[in-house]
């Protein structure tokens, strides 16, 4: 028991050896933070010179000509200088012996990278600042038919460059379609994201906007703290991809198999010898010729006059309709006939009351026995 003692106090004496407080440990600081560079760092400077070129094309020459005092004077602060050549059409850059910081030349060829694939220069001089990298997706290799990698790459754009508009918002990256290439520039996340949303797009997996929705969910979703701990799979929605039904090709009916060739056809020579036109000279076979054209002719006539007079022929009325329609006509003319007899009554009647005299009515006292003494005298 005593030696078991002894084996717990040396375990715990030899635990924290090494655990002591570190002055990086420090909760307030963070690690992930990027510090500006200082040149005191490094006031050697750099041994040996570092150059980077790149090829720009014909269209560009103009542009670049104009904004190469900016891009110059730009890296001038850094202690890079830059060339441009017009006649082999390269950008160069190198450092210099007042260059401090090492990574600046990785800086500036990225920035010759972003002008030769016409990114405006206030833009790309933008990428010598830490915080902002850059990535060129080459788009032109994922798709090989011309129109569909150009059906493609507009709707990546979307109308009135929409949905490139809303990638920029959510990825917080720049981006520029150019030619066969994107060029985007932004932070880590965002470019991954960026070449997520464009590698999906040419390769026909997703559509730009199923991406959009789910980057504005989880833009929601970063806002709420309870769930930074959380899987998000729940809450993301699930696109299935629609299949669209193609025309089928009707297979060819397979033929039973024989091990003996198919029998000759019997050549232009061989038909001729059996109709008989072989033996005749070239005036009847010329004449021949022309009556069959002729009759061809003829025929091709017969059958767009045939064709033009169809429109004037007018269709056929099938009986059980006209006896339908006698039948009802009958009933309606005498329902009609039948009405005019009452309506000739009605109009009778009101006449003969109309025509009455109502003086003959009134009874006058003079009238009545000068009537009755001439009836008895």
């Not at 979307?158 to 932070?187: D, H, R």
């Not at 590698?199 to 559509?207: A, S, T, W």
């Not at 056929?316 to 005498?334: R, T, Y």
């Not at 009452?342 to 009647?349: H, P, V």
Request: charged letters at 35%.
């Amino acid at each position: 028991m005593a030696g078991g003692g002894e084996l717990e106090e040396k375990k715990t004496k030899h635990k924290g050896k090494h655990d002591k407080p570190k002055p990086w440990d420090d909760p307030s600081i963070d690690h992930w933070k990027i510090e500006k560079f200082d040149a005191s760092w490094n006031e050697g400077g750099m041994l040996e010179t570092s150059s980077f070129s790149t090829l720009f094309p014909e269209y560009r020459e103009k542009y670049l000509q104009e904004a190469w005092p900016i891009v110059k004077s730009a890296l001038k602060e850094y202690g890079v200088s830059a060339e441009l050549n017009m006649v082999e059409g390269t950008m160069t850059v190198s450092t210099t012996r007042k260059t401090r910081d090492p990574y600046i030349i990785v800086k500036a060829r990225d920035l010759i990278k972003l002008l030769s694939r016409s990114v405006p220069a206030p833009q790309a001089i933008k990428i010598l600042n830490d915080e902002m990298q850059c990535d060129i997706i080459k788009i032109r290799s994922l798709v090989r038919n011309k129109e569909r990698f150009v059906k493609r790459r507009q709707r990546l754009v979307g109308p009135n460059s929409s949905t490139l508009k809303a990638l920029e918002i959510l990825t917080g990256c720049y981006i520029f379609v150019q030619g066969n290439t994107v060029a985007a520039m932004g932070s880590f996340k965002g470019l991954k994201q960026v070449r997520r949303v464009v590698e999906d797009c040419m390769q026909n997996v997703k559509h730009p906007v199923f991406h959009i929705k789910t980057l504005m969910l989880k833009k929601e979703l970063e806002k709420d703290p309870s769930l930074a701990t959380e899987n998000w799979d729940r809450f993301l929605p699930k696109f299935k991809k629609k299949n669209v039904q193609q025309k089928k090709v009707k297979s060819k009916e397979k033929k039973e198999y024989t091990p003996f060739p198919p029998p000759p056809q019997p050549s232009k020579v061989d038909l001729q010898l059996e109709s008989g036109e072989y033996f005749l000279s070239d005036k009847k076979k010329f004449a021949k010729k022309w009556q069959e054209k002729q009759e061809r002719q003829a025929e091709k006539v017969a059958e767009n006059k045939r064709k033009r007079e169809a429109a004037f022929v007018p269709p056929k009325e099938s009986l059980e309709q006209d006896n339908d329609k006698n039948a009802e006509d009958k009933s309606d003319v005498a329902a009609m006939a039948m009405s005019l007899k009452k309506k000739a009554k009605e109009f009778g009647k009101q006449k003969v009351i109309e025509n009455i005299n109502a003086e003959k009515y009134i009874a006058s006292s003079e009238a009545a026995p000068s009537r009755k003494k001439s009836k008895h005298s």
